[in-house]
């Protein structure tokens, strides 16, 4: 009897189904594409309608006969792969490449977005054929980036150095990046002071707590903007008398996050786990595709990693109730299921959020068959679908207003007095923050709340101190993994199939480095977005992007043709190529130093490769004498006393050693200071906004504050 053939992307996901479906079906993995555009020419036919030239990779081609011949002594063939565009886009092409459309057998599409008996028995059970829409969209998705990244290339390759690429997402990614460095280096800092007052009641000197200056008496606001008008301020608070003007007390609710969509997922594992969008999306395959957690063998962990989508299916959603109902009590559960409206803009409700494939598979339970990258990962997006339908947390607040007055000032018309609060929040019920909560810390979030004591309208406050300091306006911070793919999804830039890619690419391509955990541009990305803003404005314009992106989810409803967009595209772009070719100038990227080369003494120079910058002979191409480039910060290694250098990772992390390797092997991931560190004399590191700690005695230092007393100090001297 002739089994039925199913076809999938990965062998993992082909285990996982074998055990689902038994002994009547056999299963065979594609590994991924088998066709695509050609690697050495453009393939694609511009004047006959964009028709792109489709072909069968070397390593593929024994693949694609196996499948024809399985599917030769087949009943029918399923088309199991995932269920977004680029897996319909697979299937379409395993039907062309393996001919599988010229027997007469039937051909099947299956769709499921979670790896379970239930679901993928209902998949089978409802076949349907191929979306021609989704492919369509692909296609036109893949053809774009290729005419952009095909065309452009070339000219960066002439025009800057050989080795580039621009692409149409990735470029305008570089520029947010480049745009927002620019913000940074030209922001003016404005300094500021805050003033708490330490206060407590007449009658319990020990119930101490601060209250923050807002403003004057009659509720204007206080501009203190130097130390001299702090300083009188705080003069006139010292000898005030302080009177508790109101009392306001409300209950907050706080409502959990829905479940994850993959760019929330993308974000929330790289602010609490530190993992990159490209090693999410890989651990989240795997927990997708399956893995043994039972004597039964694999099952998919999670639904689908890639949707846009916050939609749970009902079913889900009853058995997470019953979980936690079973789990935390009834008070943890609230009346009724809670829905979560569709984020992104081009969300698609068929999809689902990405969650457990079962609330009661919890990750305690599971934790002996995972490895410790895919429990993290497991244990968060089990943690946030079942906090999703937990009850809310209530917290109690209380806002304390508190009058100012100094009478000395008041009488001689000087001071209106001055108006202070003190607020407070008390956890009253903990809801789904007992399980979860966003952020990297949850316990700061569930214990750090402030208490005040017992006050009353009128009451009389005693004075126990003054807490004036100083600071200033900070530029908008670096991005982040976190904060970019969250700015990518906001300006409607990318697709969750995407996001990973892009952060890759930039990096692999030396325009962005990173550098403790934030994005900076290259010099390299900086010339490179230069050129393309100047002379190919719309390609690195994100509303024009952003716009590119719901044509190609027109396309994906059947509401657009894909070859009319190429068309719309296309002549523009390429009337601007032939300008720009002949408009931009050589870019010369070398650069001179002191070094001379020594195989022939000429000057070497510096020069960008594929694997960063790096010293090369003037005199090439008759000398070819290359050297390491190493970047002096001006700081001296704690361990030889040799020049501390900056480096670039293979993971492209900037980060700092010693230029004496590898006979000295000092390093560290963390800017050093010039300034020593106050309590051993050793190597200052920056730790955070405006703090550094000594790698020695781990002693940790305010860095305003450090430069202060030296000011203070040479004054005095």
């Keep these: 009897m002739s089994r039925n053939l199913v076809i999938v992307e990965s062998p993992a996901k082909a285990r996982t189904l074998s055990r689902i479906l038994g002994p009547k079906y056999s299963i065979k993995a594609s590994v991924g594409h088998v066709r695509d555009l050609p690697a050495k020419s453009l393939g694609v036919d511009i004047r006959k309608n964009f028709a792109p030239k489709y072909t069968v990779p070397q390593q593929k081609r024994k693949i694609i006969r196996e499948i024809r011949e399985s599917a030769s002594k087949a009943a029918s063939v399923y088309l199991a792969t995932d269920p977004d565009r680029e897996g319909e886009a697979i299937s379409w092409h395993l039907v062309k490449a393996a001919k599988l459309d010229q027997d007469k057998m039937p051909i099947h599409r299956v769709v499921f977005h979670e790896i379970t008996k239930e679901a993928v028995e209902k998949a089978f059970k409802n076949p349907h054929s191929i979306d021609m829409n989704l492919v369509d969209a692909q296609q036109a998705r893949r053809i774009l980036d290729r005419l952009v990244g095909y065309k452009l290339s070339p000219l960066l390759w002439r025009k800057v150095?050989?080795?580039?690429?621009?692409?149409?997402?990735?470029?305008?990614?570089?520029?947010?990046?480049?745009?927002?460095?620019?913000?940074?280096?030209?922001?003016?800092?404005?300094?500021?002071?805050?003033?708490?007052?330490?206060?407590?009641?007449?009658?319990?000197?020990?119930?101490?707590?601060?209250?923050?200056?807002?403003?004057?008496?009659?509720?204007?606001?206080?501009?203190?903007?130097?130390?001299?008008?702090?300083?009188?301020?705080?003069?006139d608070l010292e000898k005030a008398e302080y009177v508790v003007k109101s009392i306001t007390t409300k209950q907050l609710t706080r409502q959990p996050a829905p479940p994850f969509i993959t760019s929330t997922l993308q974000q929330e594992a790289w602010r609490k786990l530190r993992f990159t969008a490209k090693r999410t999306m890989t651990i989240a395959q795997q927990l997708y595709e399956g893995l043994a957690v039972d004597k039964e063998g694999s099952v998919g962990l999670i639904t689908y990693m890639r949707t846009d989508s916050t939609h749970v299916a009902p079913s889900a959603v009853a058995e997470t109730r019953n979980f936690i109902a079973e789990k935390y009590g009834k008070k943890f559960l609230p009346p009724k299921p809670r829905r979560f409206v569709k984020r992104a803009k081009w969300a698609q409700e068929a999809h689902e959020a990405i969650r457990p494939t079962s609330s009661y598979r919890d990750p305690e339970r599971i934790e002996p068959f995972l490895n410790r990258d895919q429990l993290k990962l497991y244990r968060l997006v089990w943690k946030r679908m079942v906090a999703s339908q937990m009850s809310p947390a209530l917290y109690d607040t209380t806002d304390v207003q508190i009058e100012g007055k100094n009478l000395t000032a008041r009488k001689a018309n000087q001071s209106q007095g001055y108006l202070l609060e003190a607020t407070s929040s008390t956890l009253r019920f903990p809801g789904f923050i007992t399980l979860y909560s966003e952020g990297k810390d949850e316990d700061e979030q569930k214990e750090g709340f402030v208490s005040l004591p017992r006050l009353e309208v009128g009451g009389k406050l005693s004075y126990w101190g003054i807490f004036p300091k100083q600071h200033f306006t900070q530029p908008p911070p670096r991005y982040t993994e976190a904060t970019l793919i969250k700015a990518l999804e906001r300006k409607g830039i990318g697709r969750p199939s995407t996001y990973a890619s892009i952060l890759s690419i930039i990096q692999d391509r030396h325009y962005v480095n990173k550098a403790e955990g934030k994005f900076c541009p290259s010099e390299l990305g900086t010339i490179v977005n230069s050129i393309l803003t100047e002379h190919f404005p719309q390609i690195v314009d994100l509303d024009f992007t952003a716009q590119m992106?719901?044509?190609?989810?027109?396309?994906?409803?059947?509401?657009?043709?894909?070859?009319?967009?190429?068309?719309?595209?296309?002549?523009?772009?390429?009337?601007?190529?032939?300008?720009?070719?002949?408009?931009?100038?050589?870019?010369?990227?070398?650069?001179?130093?002191?070094?001379?080369?020594?195989?022939?003494?000429?000057?070497?120079?510096?020069?960008?490769?594929?694997?960063?910058?790096?010293?090369?002979?003037?005199?090439y191409p008759e000398c070819k004498t290359t050297k390491p480039f190493l970047a002096k910060i001006g700081i001296t290694c704690p361990q030889c006393g040799a020049e501390l250098v900056q480096k670039v990772s293979k993971k492209k992390r900037v980060f700092y050693g010693c230029s004496n390797y590898p006979q000295c092997r000092f390093a560290t991931s963390r800017k050093p200071t010039p300034q020593p560190c106050p309590q051993c004399g050793k190597l200052l590191v920056l730790f955070g906004k405006g703090k550094a700690k000594c790698l020695a005695c781990g002693y940790e230092v305010d860095l305003l504050e450090l430069g202060q007393d030296k000011q203070r100090n040479a004054q005095k001297e």
């Design 161 to 235: 150095q050989r080795g580039l690429s621009a692409g149409r997402v990735q470029s305008v990614a570089v520029r947010m990046i480049v745009d927002r460095e620019e913000e940074i280096q030209s922001f003016n800092r404005k300094e500021y002071w805050i003033i708490e007052v330490e206060l407590a009641p007449s009658e319990e000197p020990e119930a101490r707590f601060r209250a923050k200056l807002i403003g004057s008496g009659d509720g204007t606001k206080l501009d203190i903007s130097d130390r001299d008008k702090a300083d009188r301020i705080a003069a």
């Design 549 to 619: 992106e719901g044509q190609l989810d027109e396309i994906a409803r059947g509401k657009q043709q894909w070859i009319a967009i190429l068309e719309n595209f296309y002549p523009p772009f390429e009337d601007t190529l032939h300008k720009a070719s002949v408009s931009i100038n050589k870019v010369d990227m070398t650069q001179p130093t002191d070094e001379t080369c020594p195989n022939c003494g000429r000057p070497m120079v510096i020069k960008m490769g594929r694997f960063g910058k790096f010293l090369a002979c003037s005199g």
